[in-house]
């Protein structure tokens, strides 16, 4: 069975400063993909990022950053000198299905982050 | 370019009554989704489509029906509704399988009473 754990119900952190969102999975499957997805207070779901099983690499991107480690079955985002649009639910996916099915996610809980001046 | 678009976005409805949800998109995507989104509970997937005259279930299909009578469409239908229905419904669609991420609506915020 597929699960995703977010286990930060809500992250409060003043501006400027430095967080991270965890995020811990559980599959069967030896490929299989990561997404996280972040939902503003205006409610549409932008897409962030995506990592593949086979690719362990940590990526950045700006304010942005991922940890990914199968090890620990965990794909953590941090976020660093947090700004105030950060603010928002923040979820993880994980795809399941078969090769060549449609892309089918399973969706964490999601963590909502809210940072303040 | 509009992407996926959710219409209504907003519906109250009284148990027992029907009504259809549309999604539209114009990426040329194969494959489109339903999800549900419903507090402490994160998105849940309903139908999925892998192409046009095509539907399968998701998680939680039950009291849902989909149509895909075009690519570019695809529907969601309660045919009698019932408040555990209340919910942020929201439609994505895909290029393709494994890696591609799904690109949402904006959600259609559904009451039932």
């Known amino acids: 069975a597929q699960k995703v754990t977010q286990a930060q119900t809500e992250i409060s952190v003043v501006e400027k400063e430095d967080v991270t969102l965890d995020c811990v999975y559980e599959t069967r499957d030896t490929t299989y993909y990561l997404f996280w997805y972040k939902q503003p207070p205006s409610g549409e779901l932008v897409f962030l990022i995506r990592r593949n099983s086979f690719d362990e690499q940590n990526e950045i991107s700006g304010r942005y950053s991922w940890n990914f480690q199968k090890s620990t079955s965990s794909f953590n985002f941090t976020i660093t000198a947090s700004q105030v649009v950060d603010s928002a639910v923040y979820f993880c996916?994980?795809?399941?299905?078969?090769?060549?099915?449609?892309?089918?996610?399973?969706f964490g809980t999601g963590t909502r982050l809210q940072v303040t001046l | 370019n509009a992407g996926v678009t959710q219409t209504p976005k907003f519906r109250v409805l009284k148990t027992g009554q029907s009504m259809t949800l549309l999604c539209a998109q114009d990426?040329?995507?194969?494959?489109m989704y339903w999800y549900r989104q419903d507090p402490g509970m994160g998105l849940r997937l309903i139908h999925y489509s892998v192409g046009e005259g095509t539907t399968a279930k998701g998680e939680v299909p039950d009291g849902y029906n989909v149509s895909r009578l075009k690519k570019q469409n695809f529907l969601l239908g309660l045919e009698s509704a019932a408040p555990s229905q209340t919910s942020v419904y929201f439609c994505?669609?895909?290029?393709?399988?494994?890696?591609?991420?799904?690109?949402f609506g904006n959600g259609t915020r559904l009451t039932v009473t």
């Open positions: 994505a669609s895909s290029y393709g399988t494994g890696n591609s991420p799904l690109h």
């Open positions: 990426m040329n995507h194969e494959y």
């Open positions: 996916a994980l795809r399941f299905g078969e090769t060549g099915t449609a892309s089918k996610l399973t």
